[in-house]
């Protein structure tokens, strides 16, 4: 359904439509719905346009928590979009009997919505806390900056809240329109939001923090092919017509970093995407000679067709010309002319269709004869033949794609990464950049609609970070407790959630990142799983036959397998081979990937002594102190990664709170890993 921006209700009158249409033409019943999931840009879109509510900063304290509140009045400054500033008051709360006046002053000011912010208060929030209630009390929205983040940096924490202020006024009435269009549909299931970090959150939270949602863009379709393509350790690419959004999994993980916006880094939790201008529409540009570069622009932009797409018949005969797709742009970019009068692009998608790579049943597949005419004149510019022009063309586009594919195979050191496409534009990159880098590579299924069904299958996603000097065992544990309990309230199956704990001893920093699947999807998603086909995964992970590929242990829920193989890159040329460790869960995904590690059966019971025993025996100790190995447990259903935490006692005290729910008598697989 076409997105409704001018209707009254906005996008939700478009999701009423699509609901009643997706009742109506497949006979699904409102009983039938067990999950919605709703992605949207609005907050991205809004940040970037720079259509953001007035923002009053409410600044609680006096003496020098006076003057540090006072001086961040000048985020009014921060540039959203060009010409397009943060809207931002200021007024003073000198003790938090005072917030009252200063919500009253905010108010008059033209404030939409109000912020609260105080030095140290996620330490101590009662002053942030009062301005909150006296808005709340005079029914204007409000935030504080301890309910956004609980990391000191007061600039940083209050520039996150600030924005997170500036899109709420038009995303809660977003909400509740969404709401009420699922509920009119007579639909009761759990209604969840895609976040920017991978995961989905419930309404009410979304409510609470929209920030959240923004850069969510890419987040739907890494989903998809973390959960429905079973990818464990890769790139994805999203393609569509103008540009590439490459992602990161490792080890069954997206990967997440703080956010920049307006130019700032903020708090905000966010995929590491990054974004190349190449897309399946992206135009080819010539200098009369050779092929200088292929896009940015794209034929959406040029208000052009595909010439692929176009019958064969009509491009016979087509003269090659140079167009400008805007009026600044250079005329240096390739149309077609043909005989009837009318002008086609010259595409990415259409050299991909000429070479021969886009896979028969791809969305962005075209006639064979359609393609190659739409190549000829190029060719004949060019004195080569279609082949060489098509693969010329696809070289040049690959090249910015495969120079950041290689830059995050040894950012983030990926072991044999897959490459998986997604989008409508997917096979116009992703085939023959797999091809020309080695990497294994496939299209998704169904890539043109990765993206929803990604949000259809994201996880209940909740991140906690504390700065916490010198933390003990208590506070580690405290952080962990805090992000499990946010998704279970969310709705998440308490018996499933996973919680990654990380432990930065150089910046104080604990960090605790929990997901889970609803009970409602959690069923849903029963399979069956291919026995072989599960194999010859692993097998192709590490590098060997599937008949090299053994069992190493099991629970009910994983199984472990592995096959001896050389490590990889340079230095695993010359060593000796290794147990290479795959885990592989109920639905036949790679979850996790290990080298070298030691595989250890034991019970719930034993384990937390177990644990401590294997953890002595491989801690490494240097200049910088001791480092204890990095461990993962396999309980029940969970994959309990603790390999965030170098500290050994910290360490054993997690071990502890995964296991404390558990039977005495539960089998448990640990996987340990020596640091080098």
């Not at 959150?201 to 989903?223: K, W």
């Amino acid at each position: 359904m076409p997105t409704s921006h001018d209707h009254e209700d906005g996008v939700a009158h478009g999701i009423l439509e699509a609901l009643e249409k997706l009742q109506a033409d497949a006979g699904i019943g409102a009983n039938d719905v067990s999950f919605l999931a709703h992605g949207t840009t609005q907050a991205t879109n809004a940040l970037l346009e720079g259509d953001v509510a007035t923002v009053g900063i409410a600044g609680v304290g006096t003496g020098f928590d006076g003057f540090a509140t006072r001086r961040l009045a000048s985020l009014g400054k921060m540039e959203l979009a060009p010409g397009r500033k943060l809207p931002v008051r200021f007024a003073p709360a000198h003790t938090p009997a005072d917030a009252g006046a200063a919500v009253e002053t905010l108010v008059r000011q033209g404030a939409e919505v109000i912020v609260a912010v105080e030095p140290f208060s996620v330490d101590d929030p009662e002053g942030e806390r009062a301005v909150v209630s006296a808005a709340r009390e005079r029914d204007v929205l409000a935030t504080a900056t301890h309910e956004i983040t609980s990391l000191y940096g007061l600039t940083k924490r209050a520039r996150t809240a600030v924005l997170n202020a500036g899109i709420m006024p038009r995303m809660v009435s977003t909400a509740d329109l969404v709401e009420a269009s699922v509920r009119r549909a007579g639909i009761t299931a759990p209604l969840m939001v895609v976040r920017g970090d991978g995961g989905v959150m419930s309404l009410p939270e979304m409510r609470h923090r929209p920030l959240l949602t923004a850069l969510s863009g890419p987040a739907a379709g890494v989903a998809g092919a973390l959960m429905g393509e079973k990818l464990s350790e890769g790139l994805f690419l999203e393609t569509g017509g103008t540009s590439t959004d490459i992602s990161v999994v490792r080890r069954g993980r997206v990967q997440v970093r703080h956010a920049h916006l307006g130019g700032r880094e903020t708090y905000l939790p966010a995929l590491d995407v990054r974004t190349v201008g190449i897309g399946g529409g992206s135009l080819v540009r010539f200098s009369g000679s050779a092929v200088t570069a292929v896009g940015p622009r794209s034929a959406h932009i040029a208000g052009l067709p595909y010439a692929c797409f176009a019958p064969a018949s009509a491009l016979t005969g087509a003269k090659l010309v140079t167009v400008s797709p805007q009026p600044d742009d250079p005329a240096d970019y390739v149309a077609l002319d043909t005989v009837d009068g009318r002008r086609y692009a010259l595409t990415l998608t259409c050299a991909a269709n000429a070479l021969g790579v886009v896979p028969v049943g791809s969305y962005a597949v075209a006639e064979p004869d359609a393609a190659r005419l739409a190549l000829q004149p190029l060719a004949a510019a060019l004195g080569t033949s279609v082949e060489q022009a098509a693969r010329t063309v696809l070289g040049r586009a690959v090249k910015p794609v495969r120079s950041v594919v290689e830059d995050l195979v040894r950012e983030y050191r990926l072991d044999s990464p897959a490459l998986v496409g997604g989008g409508g534009g997917a096979a116009a990159v992703t085939p023959f950049l797999g091809v020309e880098s080695g990497h294994e590579w496939r299209i998704a299924a169904h890539a043109e609609v990765i993206s929803p069904l990604g949000a259809a299958l994201a996880l209940v996603r909740e991140s906690v970070e504390r700065i916490v000097p010198g933390p003990s065992d208590a506070d580690i544990l405290a952080v962990r407790t805090e992000a499990e309990s946010a998704v279970v309230g969310q709705g998440a199956d308490p018996a499933g959630v996973e919680v990654e704990v990380t432990v930065d001893p150089q910046r104080n920093l604990i960090r605790a990142i929990a997901t889970g699947s609803t009970e409602l999807r959690t069923k849903d998603r029963a399979s069956t799983v291919d026995e072989e086909a599960v194999r010859a995964a692993v097998a192709r992970s590490v590098g060997v036959a599937p008949a090299e590929v053994h069992e190493l242990a099991s629970t009910a829920y994983h199984r472990v397998l592995g096959a001896r193989a050389r490590r990889r890159g340079l230095l695993g040329r010359f060593g000796a081979p290794v147990e290479q460790v795959r885990v592989v869960d109920g639905e036949g995904v790679l979850r996790l990937h290990s080298t070298g590690a030691v595989v250890d059966r034991t019970d719930v019971g034993s384990a937390q002594a177990r644990v401590a025993e294997l953890v002595d025996r491989h801690t490494r100790y240097g200049d910088g102190g001791s480092r204890a190995p990095a461990v993962w447990l396999l309980v029940g259903p969970k994959i309990a990664d603790l390999s965030g935490v170098l500290d050994r006692d910290q360490l054993i005290a997690l071990a502890g709170a995964e296991l404390k729910t558990r039977a005495t008598d539960e089998p448990l697989v640990v996987i340990l890993e020596d640091r080098t």
